[in-house]
C-alpha cells in the first residue's frame, strides 16, 4: 500500500510538472522531473516482478503445494528391466535400465503382460504409475501398450470435456479439445455415474507449448482423509448423496457465456434421437427432461464418499470440483502463485475475468440454471465455504510435473484423479490422448501371475 501510495503521489506530482511546461524558470524543474519519472517506471516494474499483488489476490497458499521428490521405491524391480522411482505416495515412475538403447512400445507392451503380478502389486499399492523414458513414438503404439494393460477399452464417453478419436485407433481420444487458458480442474473421470472408469491411461503426444501443460494428479483417499480432519465437515457428508444438475444446450443454440455449458446434448449422446438418449439417460441412472427450446437438463444422485474396491479405503468421490462454479477461478490463482512474476499475471487474470463473470451471472439466473450444479440430496446447494475446504483439501493431495515426450500415464480412477493445466503456445503445440475401461483387467481378478 506504501508503494502504492508513493507511485499515486509521484504520478499527480509529475502531471503537475508537466502542466507548468517551458513557464517554470526553476533550473531543478527538469531533474525533478526526470527523477520523478524514473521513480514512477522503478516502482511500475517492482510491482510488475514482484508476487506479493499475486498472493493477495489469490486464494492458493504455498503451504497447501506438494513438491515432487524422488525415493527408491517400495516396490523392488531386480530384475525387471526397469528403474522404479517414487516421485509421491502415490505415484512411481518407471523407467528402462538402458537409457542408451531404451526399449520400444512393443516390449513394454510384453513387459506389462509379462509381469501382471508386479504391475497390479504396483496400481493398487500407489495408484499411479508413469513409464517414461520408452521409445512410444505415436497414438498406434500407445493404443499396443494400453491394450497390453487391459484389452477391454472403451469408446462411450460421457463426460463434460469435448474430446475426438485419433485416425487410425480404435480407441485413442484427445484427452480434452480446449483452448489453451482453459483448465480442467482435477476429478475422477465420470465419477457421477453408477460405474464409471476404473482405468485412465494418458499419453504425452506432443509438448511443443512453451509453459504449463501439466496434468495435475490427485490422491482423493487423502482428499478425503485431510476432509475428514474436520469432524463438522465428515458428519455433514459421509453417507450423504450429491444431486448433479448438468444442463446441455441444444448443439444450434449453445452458450457463448456460460464456461459451464462445455458440450450440447446432440454430441454428448451422439444423437438427436431423444428416445435413445431417453434410454441411455434410464441406464445410466440419470433423469433426463428437455425444456421448450430444446435444452436437456439431466439429474442424478451419488454418495460423495465411496469405499475403494481394493483397499477398502475410503475415497472423496465425485464431481464437485469440475462442475462447481468456482473451481475454475481457484485454479487460476493456484497457477499464478506457482508460475509467480510476469508469467503469473496471465492466469490471475483469467481468475478474475471468471469470478467476475459468475458475479454478473448470478445477478440474471440462478446457479441451478448454469451448466453445471452440485448439491445435497434435499435441494440445498453446495457452499462457497464448504467448497473452499473442498479445494484446499484437493490442492493438499496434488502433485505435478511437466511431462516428458512420450510419456504413459496409468491412474487407478477410483482413487487418483487428474485435470489439466492451462499453457502458453497453440493449441496444437500440445497434446495428450488417452484410453480407458469400465474394469481392471480381467486377469487381475483372475489370479493370473
Known amino acids: 500500500q506504501a508503494i502504492l501510495s508513493q507511485a499515486v503521489r509521484g504520478s499527480i506530482v509529475e502531471k503537475y510538472l508537466l502542466r507548468r511546461g517551458p513557464a517554470s524558470t526553476d533550473t531543478g524543474a527538469p531533474m525533478a522531473r526526470s527523477a520523478l519519472i524514473a521513480a514512477a517506471v522503478a516502482v511500475g516494474a517492482t510491482l510488475l516482478k514482484s508476487d506479493w499483488p499475486i498472493h493477495c489476490l489469490s486464494r492458493f497458499d504455498v503451504a497447501d503445494h506438494v513438491s515432487i521428490t524422488s525415493s527408491s521405491a ?3 524391480a531386480a530384475g525387471l528391466g526397469v528403474t522404479v522411482e517414487k516421485a509421491a505416495p502415490f505415484l512411481l515412475v518407471i523407467s528402462p535400465e538402458d537409457k542408451q538403447m531404451p526399449p520400444d512400445a512393443d516390449w513394454l507392451a510384453d513387459w506389462v503382460e509379462n509381469h501382471t503380478a508386479w504391475f497390479r502389486e504396483a496400481f493398487f499399492q500407489h495408484g499411479a504409475l508413469v513409464f517414461r523414458g520408452f521409445r512410444v513414438p505415436d497414438a498406434a503404439a500407445f493404443e499396443r501398450v494400453a491394450l497390453a494393460v487391459n484389452p477391454d477399452l472403451e469408446t462411450v464417453y460421457l463426460g463434460t470435456s469435448p474430446r475426438s478419436q485419433i485416425n487410425g485407433t480404435s480407441y485413442v481420444h484427445t484427452a480434452a479439445d480446449f483452448n489453451p487458458h482453459r483448465t480442467v480442474p482435477v476429478h475422477l473421470e465420470m465419477s457421477f455415474r453408477d460405474e464409471p472408469p476404473r482405468l485412465q491411461i494418458f499419453y504425452a503426444s506432443r509438448l511443443d507449448q512453451h509453459l504449463g501443460g501439466e ?9 478425503w482423509s485431510t476432509l475428514s480432519e474436520k469432524e463438522s465437515f465428515w458428519q455433514r457428508f459421509e453417507g450423504k448423496r450429491i444431486k448433479y444438475i448438468r444442463n446441455n444446450d441444444d448443439c444450434s443454440a449453445l452458450s457463448q457465456l456460460d464456461p459451464l455449458v462445455q458440450k450440447c446434448w446432440q454430441e454428448m449422446f451422439k444423437t438427436d434421437n431423444r428416445t435413445q438418449v431417453l434410454a441411455k439417460c434410464a441406464e445410466e441412472s440419470f433423469e433426463c427432461t428437455w425444456d421448450e427450446a430444446n435444452r436437456l437438463t439431466m439429474t442424478n444422485l451419488q454418495p460423495f464418499v465411496r469405499t475403494h474396491p481394493a483397499s477398502g479405503k475410503k475415497v472423496w468421490f465425485n464431481h464437485i470440483n469440475v462442475l462447481h462454479k468456482d473451481s475454475m477461478a481457484y485454479d487460476y490463482e493456484r497457477t499464478a502463485v506457482l508460475w509467480g512474476g510476469l508469467r503469473g499475471w496471465w492466469p490471475l487474470l483469467l481468475s478474475l475475468y ?19 450444479a452440485t448439491g445435497f440430496e434435499g435441494g440445498s446447494l ?13 490442492w493438499r493431495n496434488t502433485v505435478q510435473q511437466p511431462y516428458q515426450l512420450h510419456d504413459i500415464v496409468i491412474v487407478d480412477n477410483l482413487r487418483v484423479g487428474h485435470g489439466r493445466e492451462i ?27
Open 215 to 223: 496434468t495435475p494428479l490427485t490422491d482423493f483417499h487423502g482428499v
Open 74 to 76: 517400495a516396490l523392488a
Open 354 to 372: 471468471y469470478r467476475t463473470l459468475f458475479s454478473a451471472l448470478s445477478l440474471v439466473m440462478a446457479e441451478s440454471d448454469l451448466g453445471s
Open 423 to 449: 499453457y502458453s503456445g497453440a493449441k496444437e503445440s500440445r497434446r495428450v490422448l488417452t484410453a480407458w475401461s469400465n474394469s481392471y483387467p480381467a486377469k487381475w481378478s483372475a489370479g493370473d501371475q
Open 382 to 394: 453446495i457452499s462457497a465455504e464448504d467448497f473452499r475446504e473442498v479445494k484446499r483439501a484437493i
